[in-house]
């Protein structure tokens, strides 16, 4: 019984280290893709308006205020929902961040 707690606290701490050792492979380099984040699905997936600022790191008003000012952003309308396409809205901040 004590043998077979043995075997799965190790496997658990080999499981940790494994997810720890991927963490900090990529610790220097936030935008690289894991596992985790690895979708081929990125190119399609699409932001809710009322949650765009979370993927722009900025507040509610600055997002709300910068869609306002920028009719150019990436965005299109279903059932009179605005979303904006993640990898497009990506492109066009990094645009509009080099101007």
């Known amino acids: 019984m004590l043998g077979f707690s043995l075997i799965w606290i190790g496997l658990g701490i080999a499981i940790a280290g494994y997810f720890i050792g991927d963490g900090l ?19 399609h997936e699409l932001i809710k308006e009322n949650e765009v600022h979370y993927f722009m790191g900025i507040s509610k008003q600055d997002a709300k205020t910068l869609t306002q ?28 961040g080099s101007e």
């Open 25 to 43: 492979k990529n610790f220097q380099n936030p935008n690289a893709k894991s596992f985790v984040h690895a979708t081929d699905d990125d190119d």
């Open 69 to 96: 000012e920028y009719s150019d952003i990436p965005h299109i309308f279903i059932n009179g929902n605005v979303y904006f396409p993640k990898e497009k809205l990506r492109r066009w901040l990094l645009e509009i």
